[in-house]
RNA sequence: GAGCCCAUAGCUCAGUAGGUUAGAGCGCCAGGUUGUGGCCCUGGAGGCCGUGGGUUCAAAUCCCAUUGGGCUCCCCA
């Protein structure tokens, strides 16, 4: 590589052609489904108001904590968004959604921002989607989101995921259940781990979510949340598996599992994948019936998911799965000499303006070149065209897997290439 | 923030008892067909062997540093 040239930040990456057509596909699965579910969608800002991703993560966790993009300029503050559920919910209050009646629901695309050590299914740079049902706290929400997520995997063709499923319970729920367990780690918190150490006195609940060696032990051990739901919350989650039985939506419950940003709370859930090596989520979501009082709101409930297109991608790949196709045009003009290539621009324009996709060589090459280049690109048919041909208004029209020539009208060869050629 | 691995042409990679002008396949360009692709043949372009220093008569090869990349921990999508 050159000395004075240029390469993406450590954790960005370029989508080449090749792959953007498979990122093309899986965003058509995910707006198709999105229409068959009636999620509607909601475009915010890649920059936010720090503020407000801080205080609707929360100031204690990783992302806010250190892994944050973040810029002043002037007075305001900016940061990269690193999730779009906050975002979706300050656009919610904002534009005052609650008015337009009834629950939102609404859904995204787009690139998210966390400084954090690329690996395997992590950048630093990198995209979800997701939905957000905002307006209600019945069971049936839930499982809406729920059956949303895993349809569009089961779309693609991702069929060897696994749900889990649990409840983390509300504020009270949650107190006695934090007050089990600092009952229960305290006489052996010096055997903990470092890590879970600080834990207890940050948030408890996450030593169960600890991969070290030392605390296995006691983790399995351990108070389970669903013993401390009080009574709402128990219900709810009751709730929400009827729901998914009903729906044929199969899970495993896992009480163990904890999300990591702070809002959340009653419902949990993750996909996950075994073909995404150690970063196994697929995608995560819950409930979180505090996040819009905690950022300006009046109490709204809501419950919403958050899904990683890379890794959507990597599973894809694993089980062999190639979305979408590499584009090929119906036709490609090859030109020989200056008068021809006039001709030709205007006949893309024609062939174009029929549906039919064309190209031709833009480099003045040898006629050779161009024919090259035309079957590198998988041209169906070719146009080439001469001082013959312009003398006699008849164009040559090759037909490329077949290697047979006609000489035609432009009028002809429409009609010949109409309808457009089917292609995959 | 911590650990491990890697670094030779556009891509995938050969190339160590250190020794003359650094290789292959694929890809790219051109010729064989003065207007015709795919197969074949021939030729060509393209590397200061990631960068800097050291050891040596001599370094892609040994040593140190540095940069970049990959993976893992942490955490998350």
């Given at each position: 590589m050159a000395k004075d040239s240029f390469r993406t930040h450590h954790g960005m990456v370029d989508i080449l052609p090749g792959e953007s057509e498979q990122w093309q596909a899986i965003e058509k699965i995910i707006h198709d489904?999105?229409?068959?579910?009636?999620f509607r969608e909601i475009r915010t800002p890649v920059l936010e108001p720090t503020e407000l991703i801080a205080r609707g993560i929360g100031q204690l966790t990783d992302i806010v904590s250190?892994?944050?993009?973040?810029?002043?300029?002037?007075e305001d503050n900016y940061v990269l968004r690193p999730e779009c559920t906050a975002p979706v919910a300050r656009a919610y209050i904002q534009h005052h959604l609650d008015q337009r009646g009834g629950t939102q629901k609404l859904y995204y695309i787009g690139p998210m921002f966390r400084a954090e050590r690329p690996q395997k299914g992590r950048q630093r740079q990198f995209h979800q989607f997701g939905a957000e049902l905002i307006g209600s706290d019945a069971p049936a929400a839930d499982a809406e989101i729920i059956a949303f997520m895993v349809r569009i995997y089961e779309k693609a063709g991702i069929r060897n995921t696994t749900l889990k499923l649990n409840s983390v319970g509300d504020p009270e729920s949650r107190r006695s259940y934090q007050q089990a367990l600092h009952d229960y780690f305290r006489p052996i918190l010096g055997q903990l781990s470092e890590i879970s150490q600080q834990r207890f006195e940050t948030n408890p609940m996450r030593i169960l979510d600890s991969k070290e060696e030392e605390d296995q032990p006691f983790i399995a051990d351990a108070p389970l949340i669903t013993d401390y739901l009080n009574e709402e919350c128990r219900n709810h989650y009751a709730g929400v598996k009827e729901r998914l039985d009903l729906l044929g939506i199969s899970y495993t419950e896992d009480p163990r599992l904890v999300r990591g940003l702070d809002y959340y709370t009653k419902t949990a859930f993750e996909l996950v994948s075994p073909d995404l090596g150690s970063q196994?989520?697929?995608?995560?979501?819950?409930?979180?019936?505090?996040l819009i009082e905690e950022i300006g709101g009046r109490p709204t409930p809501a419950v919403g998911f958050a899904s990683g297109m890379e890794r959507f991608l990597i599973a894809c790949e694993a089980l062999g799965i190639t979305p979408g196709s590499d584009p090929v045009p119906d036709v490609y003009i090859v030109t020989r000499g200056d008068e021809a290539g006039k001709w030709g621009l205007r006949m893309l324009k024609t062939l174009r303006e029929a549906g039919i996709r064309a190209t031709m060589d833009f480099a003045a090459r040898s006629v050779k070149a161009q024919m090259k280049d035309a079957n590198?690109?998988?041209a169906r048919f070719c146009i080439i065209v001469g001082e013959d041909e312009l003398k006699q208004g008849r164009f040559t029209l090759r037909n490329m897997s077949e290697s047979d020539e006609q000489m035609l009208t432009p009028d002809e060869i429409l009609t010949r290439l109409q309808p457009p050629v089917q292609s995959p």
């Open positions: 489904t999105a229409r068959e579910f009636h250190k892994e944050m993009f973040t810029f002043s300029r002037g196994d989520a697929l995608g995560g979501g819950g409930r979180y019936d505090l590198r690109e998988q």
